[in-house]
């Protein structure tokens, strides 16, 4: 009877292998803008769109690219590649971090690497065209005053560095209401 339950144990640990592995072969994280969680309050466009203009550009639009999403992504790839590498091991030994802890820490990295590729682009984004900024100024009463004090100083709004005289004005570009920026999210698909 001994004999019996050492080789059902053998068996079973053998299926949880099997099964954590396959897990792990197909699964996908996928970092981006869900279409279907992509409505903005303005519903004019949907963030999943917008993101994609300006990850790729539109030149009928005059909206150059100002790639975030692959950058983003690129940058942890190695990270990634150390904590998907962990996490086959753990899977193999059985031990540490179930492989959906690992699926979802790697989504969380680089769903947190994009939306800083938003804020801290690196190289710079191109800049903001001085027609766009003025309209962006032109919807607040602090962006109207901002406009008042930057003609009283004689500053035309010609470039991104004098619109930023003090630091006031949210000309940043690809952020501006912070609705693409806050729906930037991961999900992690098993196959």
């Known amino acids: 009877m001994a004999d019996f339950a050492g080789i059902r144990k053998t068996i079973d640990n053998v299926g949880g292998l099997l099964a954590r592995v396959a897990e792990l072969t197909t699964s996908d994280v996928l970092v981006g803008v869900p279409e279907a969680k992509g409505a903005r309050k303005d519903g004019q466009i949907t963030n999943a769109s917008l993101a994609y203009i300006h990850e790729f550009g539109s030149p009928a639009s005059n909206i150059p690219a100002r790639p975030f999403l692959f950058p983003g992504v690129r940058k942890i790839r190695p990270q990634a590649i150390a904590m998907l590498k962990q996490g086959a091991i753990d899977a ?80 940043h570009p690809l952020i501006d209401t912070g609705q693409l920026r806050a729906a930037i999210t991961y999900v992690v698909r098993t196959g």
């Open 92 to 171: 193999l030994n059985g031990s540490g971090k179930s492989v959906s802890q690992t699926l979802n820490s790697v989504g969380m990295l680089a769903r947190n690497s994009v939306v800083n590729e938003i804020t801290d682009p690196d190289p710079a984004f191109v800049p903001l065209r001085p027609a766009t900024i003025r309209a962006r100024l032109r919807r607040t009463a602090a962006g109207r005053r901002k406009i008042k004090q930057l003609k009283a100083k004689g500053i035309a709004l010609t470039t991104w560095a004098e619109t930023i005289v003090d630091g006031s004005a949210n000309i």
